[in-house]
Structure formats: C-alpha cells, structure tokens
C-alpha cells in the first residue's frame, strides 16, 4: 500500500507529515512517496525524507501511483482524474463552506476524508486538526499584536515614570482564544474576555482574565464544543455590554466562529470607533467575514488610526511545529484505517471514520453535506 504526501499550493507553509513521523508507517510495511521539495518550506528537506526511508517523486507520478494521497488542503478535481480508481484522499476540505466541489469529487469515485470535520469527542482529540491549529493561531496572534502596537504589553515602573500594561479584549474562548489569553497573560497585559457560552467562564477565570457575562444565550451543550447561532435581543446585549471593553482596549484578538457559517459581526463600525489610535485588532475569523469591521483576510488596514489585521491561517507563520502537529493528528487518523499490516479497512461503523468521511463509492455521503447541497 502507497501513501503519498502532496505538497501544499503557493503561499502555504506546512506540509502533512514530517522525515521523523514516517517510522511508524515504514515500519508497517507502507510505502511512502513524497512530492519533490512538499516540505522544504517546513525546513524539511527532500533529503530528510529520503533518510527517514520515503521515496521522492513527481506530483503527476505520486498522484497516480498512491492509494491514499494525503494533504493540508484540498486536491483539484482534475488532478485526483489522475489517481487510481478508488484513491482515498485525506485533508482539510472545508465541505460546509466548498460543497458544491463534494459532488464533483463524488463523481471521481474517489473516497475523500475532511479532518475538519472530525467529530469533537473526547475519543478523536488525538486527531481534532482544528483545535491543533487553532492552540497554534491563539498563540501568534498575540505575538503578532504585540509587534504591532506601538506600546508595552506588561507594566512597567521606570525612573521616567510608570507604563500601565496594556489591556487585550480576546472575542470567543475556544481553544485559540484560550492560548490567546494564557500568552497575553504570559507577556503581562490585563485580559477580558466575551464568549456566549457560560461554561468557560471557569476556564477564563483560571487563566487570570476576566469574563465578560451577558444573560440570554442560547444553550451550546449540543453543539459539540462549537458555538451556536445567538438571538438578535442578545446580539443587542452583548453588543452594549461589549462597547465598553472596545473602549478601553488596546489590543483585540478575535476568534469566534460558528462552524459552516458567516463568522458573528461582534464590532461593527461605531464600535470601532472607540478604540483609541494606535490601538491593533487581530481578527482570526477574517476568512468567513471577520469579528471585527474592516478587517479582510490576509491584508492590514488601517481605519481612524487602528490597525487591522486579517488572517485565518496565522498557524501557517509557524509551519514546523504546525506540521508536526497536524501530522500527529494525521497519523492517529490513518491508524483507523490502516491496519497494522499495512492494508486500507474502512470501517464505517467507526463514529470518527463515519463523521469525516464526505464522499465514498461514487457519492456524498455526510448528512450534513448533502443537506446543503440539497437546498
């Protein structure tokens, strides 16, 4: 059995699996092909793959040789027309936002698995590549900010006078906004925090921020670790609630998502404009609409004198440790449906297996995909 590792289009980083996460699969008795140079932006050379036991080759020749084809993103419907029958691809194919693609890959005959769309159970955390990515966005998001802003993070007593510490106000506590408080706690800034799920209140709480309360939202018990869709009488509460941290803050990073949907407008334009000069918002939601006015994804803007900053993928500013981790979460997938002997076993009766597979014998096969594809 052939495993073949693509590389990324322009502009990504990360590459799927790293030279020293290959063992395992060689020692399984699975061959494993590697496009030329997929990791030399990941500083992982072609070399290194080869003295880890992969081979190098081509992406037309690896493409057409593997049995299963594994990536970070997506694969062009008409490359995988190259692939043997029945190839399995494995990535991040965002299908609730690309599913009208789900059915042209569904007529390739292909089986395709969309780590995105793993399910968030206690079980499959060894394999849940959005929070993997997100822990690692949280993290430079505050970095980057503090690049940014033209003041101190921490405070600071000095013969010249004191410099109060700055004051970040982080939008969801998910798992990149909790890695977002946690370091600009680390580097010394006053946190606030607004989620619209009461239960990580506590967690806020035990990072050292404060967590901004706002009655009436709806119940997310249900919704498998995501947030869900709010009331317009509580976006209004939380709104007026929220006017007066935009206020005072300094820096805000943004993370909150809805999975499949338009990411929630939390700080439209009046709001904006209590932010004071200087003053740098980080909006890791810009790809599906942003947090934040103004912001669009992979640009900087600058409005009333506050710097803008848009990136979805902020991970990728990491690529080793992103790769390494996404290729942990990788592995512990392929272990599902590889056996031990090397050879594919689908097994859909496998609630992980089942609850990422979106496309297999010729057709689409996600409830949830076919749902939106059918209205």
Same mark, same amino acid.
């Given at each position: 059995?052939?495993i ?41 050379a072609?070399?290194?793959?080869e ?17 299963i084809?594994?990536?970070f ?18 990535g ?32 499959a955390?060894?394999?849940d @590549?959005?929070? =993997?990515?997100?822990? &690692? /966005? ?5 970095? %980057?900010? !503090?690049? $940014? +802003? ?31 408080i ?44 995501y ?18 941290s @935009?206020?005072? =803050?300094?820096?805000? &990073? /943004? ?5 499949? %949907?338009k !990411?929630? $407008? +939390?700080?439209?334009?009046a ?7 200087g ?14 006015f103004?912001?669009?994804q992979?640009a900087i ?27 942990k979460?990788?592995?512990?997938f ?12 689908l097994?859909?009766e ?26």
């Amino acid at each position: 059995m052939i495993i073949g590792i693509l590389k990324e289009p322009i502009g990504e980083k990360r590459v799927a699996m790293l030279p020293a996460q290959l063992t395992s699969l060689l020692q399984a008795g699975v061959e494993v092909l590697v496009e030329n140079e997929a990791g030399v932006l990941s500083f992982a050379a072609d070399a290194d793959y080869e003295s880890a036991g992969a081979k190098i080759t081509s992406r037309s020749a690896l493409i057409q040789t593997a049995d299963i084809l594994v990536g970070f993103w997506g694969i062009e419907t008409s490359e995988l027309k190259q692939a043997k029958p029945g190839v399995i691809f494995i990535g991040v194919m965002q299908p609730l936002f690309n599913y009208s693609q789900m059915q042209e890959l569904a007529a390739l005959g292909c089986t395709a698995f969309s780590l995105d769309m793993i399910p968030r159970t206690t079980r499959a955390q060894s394999m849940d @590549v959005l929070s =993997s990515q997100a822990n &690692i /966005a949280g993290y430079k998001a505050v970095l %980057k900010a !503090a690049d $940014l +802003l033209p003041h101190y993070f921490p405070m600071f007593m000095t013969a010249a006078g004191s410099i109060p510490p700055a004051k970040v106000l982080v939008l969801g506590a998910g798992v990149a906004g909790l890695q977002a408080i946690a370091t600009a706690k680390r580097l010394g800034a006053v946190v606030e925090v607004s989620d619209t799920r009461p239960a990580v209140k506590e967690e806020v709480m035990s990072l050292g921020a404060k967590f901004i309360e706002v009655e009436g939202a709806a119940d997310a018990s249900a919704a498998g670790g995501y947030a869900v869709e709010q009331s317009e009488e509580f976006k209004q509460k939380q709104k007026e609630r929220l006017a007066a941290s @935009v206020a005072k =803050s300094d820096v805000i &990073i /943004a993370t909150a998502q809805i999975q499949g %949907k338009k !990411a929630p $407008l +939390l700080i439209d334009e009046a709001m904006l404009k209590l932010m004071k000069p200087g003053s740098v918002v980080i909006d890791l939601a810009a790809s599906t609409g942003g947090n934040v006015f103004g912001v669009q994804q992979n640009a900087i803007n600058h409005i009333n004198g506050i710097t803008l900053y848009g990136n979805s993928q902020l991970a990728a500013d990491m690529p080793v440790d992103a790769s390494k981790v996404y290729g942990k979460n990788l592995y512990n997938f392929l272990q599902l449906i590889v056996s031990k002997e090397g050879a594919i076993q689908l097994n859909f009766e496998d609630d992980i297996v089942k609850g990422c597979c979106i496309v297999h014998n010729g057709a689409v096969v996600h409830d949830r995909i076919l749902s939106l594809i059918n209205n």
